[in-house]
């Protein structure tokens, strides 16, 4: 084993299923991992693939350079993309340290929405009809004009959580907007700030993601999948999802690549689409330039992207990655319940709709293909060590109640 591959790799975001995933993942290749949570209920710290394990201070430059030190580390990977944007500004501060992270300006593209979807529009790749208000604009004219329904998000979320906040107002990452008045009702909540959301018409069609490591122009590692599930219904988290075969769709893994090549990515990123199979269209949403919420699928179908960007970089391995396996879903319980519930509490639905799926949901459980974010055979503590937080939560949450 060289120098590099003994030392200690810290994965910054150690609280969440992706976290989690991208320590498993590099333990099973034998790389020992510090596991850096934001506190003690993390539940990365409780699997067999962490070897140690410390709380994450802010900002990281008052604090990560004296931690590589003391740990002698030999990269870092993060999860979050605030934790990214803060790694790309202390590249070539760290020493020998490598800093897995995209560089600053690549980063900033694929955060600002509106940038990506105006390099993939002059690519050809289909996007949704986009409207970013401007102050002085009159935004009920245009708003009695748009497509319904909508959907409003924020162009590049980072930049605006502390306005937000100061303002007391929550940041959302998407609402939607059946007509008019609801739009109009969304927007003034942002008036006092003087900044709003992208509006977007809505897409037909369902979750399909596309992930790829990129490296010098080319894919190196490719995996896709599609959302069964999400939490919540309207969109968010995908809580179920399946493996898709790479032959499936090659046509736009090949655009998705030439997307990523044109902004001159590096590492790993999923491109999001809204595929409608009955009319053949792709509408790009968005490309997540970090590792993703579906990240257990890959892992469980032996698509290592974590593993990739890391033996590629630190231990310069460039023979090709195995195919992955697309004979496996995988299913994040918690959020996938709250689907459950909110479908058996919706009245609109018929009543045999609604036994129908909750049927399904609970065979969902039987089939022999279903993995999971959390739970693995292979490391059963962080699903305890996730059951004793969410516990501990319960129980504060219910002391401080009235």
């Known amino acids: 084993m060289s120098q ?15 976290g989690l995933t991208v320590i498993r993942e590099l333990g099973g290749h034998g790389v020992p991992v510090l596991a850096l949570g934001k506190n003690s ?19 990281l ?9 003391e740990k002698n580390l030999a990269a870092i990977l993060a999860i979050s993309e605030h934790h990214l944007i803060e790694l790309a500004e202390l590249k070539g501060t760290l020493g020998d340290c490598l800093v897995l992270a995209p560089d600053s300006d690549k980063l900033a593209i694929v955060l600002d929405k509106r940038r990506t979807l105006e390099i993939a529009a002059r690519l050809g790749l289909a996007v949704p009809e986009t409207w970013q208000p401007l102050p ?3 935004f009920a004219r245009r708003a009695a004009v748009l497509a319904y329904p909508v959907a409003v998000k924020w162009p590049d979320p980072n930049t605006v959580a502390g306005s937000l906040d100061a303002l007391g107002i929550a940041l959302e990452k998407v609402e939607y907007a059946a007509h008019a008045p609801a739009l109009l009702g969304i927007l003034a909540r942002y008036n006092r700030m003087g900044a709003w959301p992208l509006v977007q018409t809505w897409c037909p069609g369902e979750g399909l993601g596309q992930m790829l490591h990129m490296a010098n122009g080319k894919a190196t590692l490719k995996f896709q999948h599609r959302r069964l599930r999400e939490w919540p219904p309207t969109g968010g988290v995908s809580s179920f999802c399946e493996a898709v075969p790479l032959a499936r769709h090659a046509g736009q893994m090949e655009r998705s690549e030439a997307l990523l090549r044109t902004i001159g990515w590096e590492g790993p990123a999923m491109v999001e689409y809204r595929f409608d199979q009955k009319t053949g269209t792709y509408w790009l949403m968005e490309i997540n330039g970090r590792f993703w919420g579906s990240l257990p699928l890959a892992w469980h179908c032996g698509a290592h992207f974590a593993w990739e960007t890391y033996r590629r970089r630190a231990l310069c391995q460039n023979d090709p990655a195995p195919l992955p396996r697309s004979n496996r879903k995988a299913r994040y319980v918690f959020p996938d319940v709250k689907h459950l519930v909110a479908i058996i509490r919706d009245e609109s639905l018929a009543i045999a709709g609604r036994i129908k799926f909750a049927v399904r949901f609970l065979l ?5 293909r279903v993995r999971y974010y959390v739970w693995s055979s292979s490391d059963p503590l962080p699903l305890l060590g996730d059951v004793k937080g969410a516990l501990g939560r319960r129980l504060k949450t219910g002391r401080r109640a009235p």
Do not use: N
């Open 4 to 18: 590099t591959a003994s030392r200690l790799v810290a994965v910054l975001g150690a609280d969440s299923p992706i």
């Open 41 to 59: 209920d993390s539940i990365s710290r409780y699997s067999r693939h962490a070897r140690d394990f410390a709380v994450i201070e802010a900002p």
């Open 61 to 69: 430059a008052e604090w990560l350079p004296a931690l590589v030190r």
């Open 136 to 138: 002085h604009e009159d």
């Open 364 to 368: 969902d459980f039987l089939d022999p």
